[in-house]
């Protein structure tokens, strides 16, 4: 099947508003031999005159004045869709942004996320979202505008992302807690009853691992699959919490933070999105904005 040349449609809209092969050879810069081949294969491709001969001038046919709304509707949404996009007004913008993350970064950062866009941006509402597991499809399938986390693998060629800030572990106990005095020795901090987090159940990793350099091993008693509920343990309980330090500032407030006694594991948080939405000007704004706000 041979596809129709969709540049005729604008000659046509412009024969039916003039109803001159003349004039609308000069509205298009055609010359009049031009304008006459161009309503030839528009007579082709239709299968009507479409303009016939009346008197001395030109007449649309009943089927050229059926068209004529339609084809003027449809020229004006392809010039809206190839029209370079409106410049972004911020103090009239009203969108709803979804922003998937892990618990922590909410309260480290959503604070300062929305004071920032409700005085630039008071018609943006940001609707933060709870991270369950690691998958992209949220991203793909539209329900989730921005997500941040910790990328393990290679992400799919239709996400994209950027690196917001390096964070590092660190142990944080109840002020009470024998590791709240003294200096933490790899010793005293694996002789301790640990909560350990992980969304998928598993009871070791990074932290094990540098730990286990040391000749040492810790006890994981509890399991949880976020860092505020590990948190919440640990400040009722002799349990201690490994989290991430920036990450968790606002969550360990009033209890007792310490540097680990060996190599601290270290994690790359990082901003992703949909290629789709990449060049949309709201959502690159609303992104450097999370950028700033990590950053800062």
């Not at 986390?149 to 660190?170: K, N, R, W």
């Not at 990450?247 to 933070?257: E, F, I, K, Y």
Request: hydrophobic share 45%.
């Amino acid at each position: 099947m041979v596809r129709p040349d969709l540049n005729l449609l604008v000659t046509l809209n412009v024969l039916l508003e003039e109803g001159s092969v003349t004039r609308a050879g000069e509205r298009l810069a055609l010359s009049p031999s031009a304008m006459s081949r161009a309503l030839a294969r528009l007579r082709r491709a239709t299968g009507d005159p479409l303009l016939v001969r009346a008197g001395r001038g030109l007449v649309p046919t009943p089927h050229a004045l059926e068209l004529r709304d339609r084809v003027r509707v449809l020229v004006q949404e392809v010039e809206a869709v190839l029209r370079p996009a409106e410049r972004l007004d911020l103090a009239t913008l009203e969108r709803t942004f979804a922003l998937r993350s892990s618990d922590g970064f909410v309260e480290r950062f959503g604070p300062a996320l929305v004071a920032e866009v409700g005085r630039v941006a008071p018609g943006v509402r940001l609707r933060f979202l709870q991270k369950t597991k690691k998958d992209t499809a949220a991203l793909r399938e539209g329900m989730v505008d921005l997500e941040t986390g910790v990328i393990e693998h290679a992400l799919p060629p239709d996400v994209l992302s950027v690196p917001l800030f390096t964070d590092h572990f660190i142990g944080v106990v109840r002020s009470e807690h024998p590791l709240s005095t003294g200096k933490v020795t790899a010793a005293r901090y694996a002789s301790s009853r640990h909560v350990y987090v992980s969304r998928r159940g598993l009871t070791e990793g990074l932290v094990d691992e540098a730990l286990r350099a040391t000749g040492h091993e810790r006890e994981v008693v509890t399991v949880v699959d976020g860092f505020s509920a590990a948190l919440a343990l640990a400040e009722a309980s002799d349990l201690v919490a490994t989290v991430p330090e920036r990450h968790t500032a606002n969550l360990r407030r009033g209890m007792c933070s310490f540097e680990l006694p060996f190599h601290a594991p270290e994690v790359t948080v990082s901003l992703m999105w949909h290629v789709r939405l990449d060049a949309d000007s709201a959502h690159r704004w609303l992104r450097d904005r999370v950028i700033d706000v990590s950053s800062s």
